[in-house]
Nanobody, 119 residues
Framework: QVQLVESGGGLVQAGGSLRLSCAAS????????MGWFRQAPGKERDIVGS????????YYVDSVKGRFTISRDNAKNTVYLQMNSLKAEDTAVYYC????????????WGQGTQVTVSS
């Protein structure tokens, strides 16, 4: 069993910044990657970005490139999503997820945290 604890969501004005945190615990597995996803009302859940646990290499979807930054703290099994220059279109429930080695995809998910950007 793996528990993901997310925090940092809230209400922010367009152009503002917010940092989300996600700490993973409770499992005995090797992490290949941790990712951030978001789901807006009436929309599918889409990936925002991800970070490889071994070397810290990152991936971002085009819509957030240059504005969002993913980082990790290996000792704490924690991943962060720094969101700058927020837009109204960024409003969504944000989820973190863990992709274990050999799992073929993201297996564990957080509860989600609401990010609302006012315009």
């Amino acid at each position: 069993q793996v528990q993901l604890v997310e925090s940092g969501g809230g209400l922010v004005q367009a152009g503002g910044s917010l940092r989300l945190s996600c700490a993973a615990s409770g499992g005995t597995f090797s992490t290949l990657a941790m990712g951030w996803f978001r789901q807006a009302p009436g929309k599918e859940r889409d990936i925002v970005g991800s970070i490889m646990w071994s070397d810290g290499s990152t991936y971002y979807v085009d819509s957030v490139k240059g504005r969002f930054t993913i980082s990790r703290d290996n000792a704490k099994n924690t991943v962060y999503l720094q969101m700058n220059s927020l837009k109204a279109e960024d409003t969504a429930v944000y989820y973190c997820a863990v992709r274990p080695l050999g799992a073929g995809g993201y297996r564990y998910w957080g509860q989600g945290t609401q990010v609302t950007v006012s315009s």
